[in-house]
């Protein structure tokens, strides 16, 4: 009878943890496209398209004023970017987005019209940071201001991998990166705000 009561335990704890464990589990990527012109000057309103070598898939967005446009959830794989501004040729390069890494890629437009084609291939400019592992996102107050956002959580759920979590055992809130809640570390102007 002990023996029973042991394996019993045993299994309620593995069948408790392992779910646990799974929470964390990512199958994308963000990618963060910065669209410049010949003199280093951002291109707001440049219309990007991501097609997925794979799949098929096309994603699209447009630059905001500060000249990028963010994908999150990317699916990990091979990439085409295209970028089209008014003004410029059209930039096409490729990109490999990787498992829950942000990849980032510069595209420096040239003049001329929209009718000509700049194919890049290895050039494409990645900027990984290579120094430190931590993931972060900052907001500016302009955009803070001309979101149309409730309160703080609402605004720290616009920052990639993170979701809404109900309350319960985890914690309430929002959780980045499938962690609890509760592990998540919040700053405004550099002060902490748990």
């Given amino acids: 009878m002990r023996r029973f009561f042991l ?3 045993a299994a309620l704890l593995v069948g408790c943890l392992v779910p646990a464990g799974m929470r964390a589990q990512m199958t994308s990527g963000t ?3 910065t669209v410049q012109d010949p003199s280093g000057a951002v291109v707001p309103n440049a219309k990007i398209a991501l097609k997925s070598k ?24 091979a990439w ?15 990109l490999s987005v990787n498992l829950n890494t942000t990849t980032d890629v510069l595209a420096k437009m040239e003049l001329g019209a929209l009718a000509e084609v700049v194919e890049v291939g290895a050039a494409v400019e990645s900027l990984v940071e290579t120094t430190a592992s ?3 996102t900052s907001f500016t107050s ?4 001309d979101l149309p956002i409730g309160s703080q959580t609402d605004l720290a759920l616009l920052t990639p991998n993170t979701v809404h979590q109900g309350s319960g055992v985890l914690g309430a809130g929002g959780s ?6 509760r592990n998540n570390n919040f700053t405004i102007d550099g002060v902490d705000n748990n």
């Fill in 7 to 9: 394996l019993l335990f």
């Fill in 31 to 33: 990618v963060v496209v």
């Fill in 54 to 77: 794979d799949t098929g898939t096309t994603l699209r967005a447009t630059t905001e004023a500060i000249g990028t446009a963010r994908f999150p959830n990317v699916m990990v794989g």
């Fill in 80 to 94: 085409t970017v295209e970028v089209e501004a008014s003004g410029f040729k059209k930039f096409v390069g490729t």
């Fill in 134 to 136: 931590q993931l972060g």
């Fill in 142 to 145: 302009e955009k803070i201001t």
């Fill in 176 to 181: 980045i990166g499938g962690q609890r809640s």
